[in-house]
């Protein structure tokens, strides 16, 4: 089997920089939360103009608390509902069933694959709670219509940015505008820390809520070990006698300096990253177009930039086959996935039967969507290998 390239669908670079802040925790024999995770915080939270940022061990445990402290606060019963897209990535969904709630999916769109605003109403009903629109991929939900119905029907919005930070839309950093937002910083995400999370809000109980949930529900008065320091004797006294007192049912979702350390290395290369993500999709793009009766490449909503996390493509003729294809393309090298279905995995399947049938566009992607890497470090003869295979391949037909 020809193997000669492995074009990865991410990448993880760890630079000198990254390597001394490490060593600089080690040395510093402080481990957990201090000053790395609260600079990784502040900075994140500044680039996506959000008041709070809340660094967690996973995308998952931030969307699984911000879940649960919007329900804890606005007492939401077992089984009320909330609206996800019925393409996404499954812990956007899983969240949803481990809160004891309903997830009800909403078709997506045909162009960008995110959760279709024009069929949001239809599902809703006087037990939906919130909309989670997931922004697959490295760009925008369309928030402003989102926006508009959650404020209608009262819905909280909770944002999954997972696949998307640093970029925009409609002028606004992506991930600014729900009642919280999360996002992870997983081995080939944007930026990366290992494993990682953060959840975003601007409000300030929210924000006490998400950090105590992070760590077992503990009273607010003593979230990290610096709470007690400096104090004089009356509020430390207040202190010690709340510290260990737990008023939530909460998880251990924190994790290290090490890991904060990493991601502040990495805050100094995001607008490179970006922009190399960008070219590459660009590049990669002008030399498939030529293939664009066979395949839908990414298109860029009006009024979005997009980080491309990742490069999804939409087969559109039914005469080829996404098995044939995506076989063809690893056996070159070049890492597939298939485009986040939810509907048909097995676990789903289990749990809500045969559901793709009701969302058409939902099961044309589970069948012929399929994802490729863009990442930062591609190289230009790499591009040239994807495109020649994708050539080889078209030319054949
Ligand atoms: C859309 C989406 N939501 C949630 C997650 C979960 O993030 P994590 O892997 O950090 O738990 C991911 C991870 O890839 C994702 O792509």
Redesign the pocket.
């Known amino acids: 089997m020809k193997r000669n390239y492995q074009i990865g669908i991410g990448n993880i670079s760890i630079d000198e920089n990254a390597k001394r802040n490490v060593m600089d925790v080690l040395n510093s024999s402080r481990l957990s939360y201090g000053d790395y995770s609260r600079q990784f915080e502040t900075e994140m939270a500044k680039i996506h103009d959000r008041k709070y940022a809340i660094f967690l061990n996973?995308?998952?445990?931030?969307?699984h608390i911000a879940l649960q402290v919007l329900k804890d606060k606005y007492g939401w019963e077992d089984n009320d509902e909330v609206l996800v897209p019925a393409v996404?990535?499954v812990?956007?969904s899983n969240i949803v069933l481990h809160n004891r709630l309903k997830p009800i999916f909403v078709d997506v769109e045909k162009d960008f694959y995110c959760i279709d605003p024009k069929k949001v109403e239809e599902k809703i009903t006087k037990k939906t709670r919130a909309i989670i629109p997931?922004?697959?991929f490295g760009q925008s939900s369309e928030m402003v219509k989102i926006i508009e119905i959650a404020k209608k029907y009262h819905l909280k919005i909770i944002e999954?940015s997972?696949?998307a930070m640093f970029v925009e839309y409609m002028s606004r950093p992506v991930g600014s505008m729900g009642d919280i937002s999360?996002y992870?910083?997983?081995a080939?995400?944007l930026i990366t820390t290992g494993?990682?999370?953060l959840a975003m809000t601007n409000d300030d109980d929210l924000a006490i809520r998400l950090k105590s949930c992070a760590n077992h529900g503990r009273d607010g008065i003593y979230l990290s070990i610096d709470d007690d320091k400096g104090k004089n004797k009356k509020d430390l006294f207040n202190i010690v006698e709340r510290r260990f007192s737990f008023i939530h049912l909460g998880h251990s979702f924190r994790l290290t300096e090490m890991e904060a350390a990493i991601g502040v290395a990495q805050l100094k290369n995001w607008r490179s990253i970006i922009k190399k993500r960008q070219s590459n999709a660009k590049y990669l793009t002008a030399n498939l177009s030529k293939w664009s009766k066979y395949m839908q490449l990414p298109k860029i909503r009006d009024g979005a930039t997009h980080a491309f996390?990742l490069y999804p493509i939409l087969i559109l003729d039914r005469k080829i086959s996404r098995k044939n294809l995506t076989e063809y393309l690893e056996i070159n090298g070049i890492e597939t996935r298939y485009l986040?279905p939810l509907l048909n995995q097995p676990i789903y399947v289990k749990l809500f039967g045969n559901l793709e049938n009701l969302y058409p566009v939902a099961r044309n992607i589970n069948k012929n969507g399929f994802l490729i890497g863009c990442h930062q470090d591609l190289k230009k003869e790499e591009l040239d290998h994807v495109i020649g295979v994708f050539n080889s391949y078209f030319s054949r037909i």
């Open positions: 996973s995308g998952t445990s931030a969307l996404t990535f812990a956007t997931v922004h697959l999954d997972c696949e999360c992870s910083t997983y080939t995400h494993v990682g999370g996390m986040m």
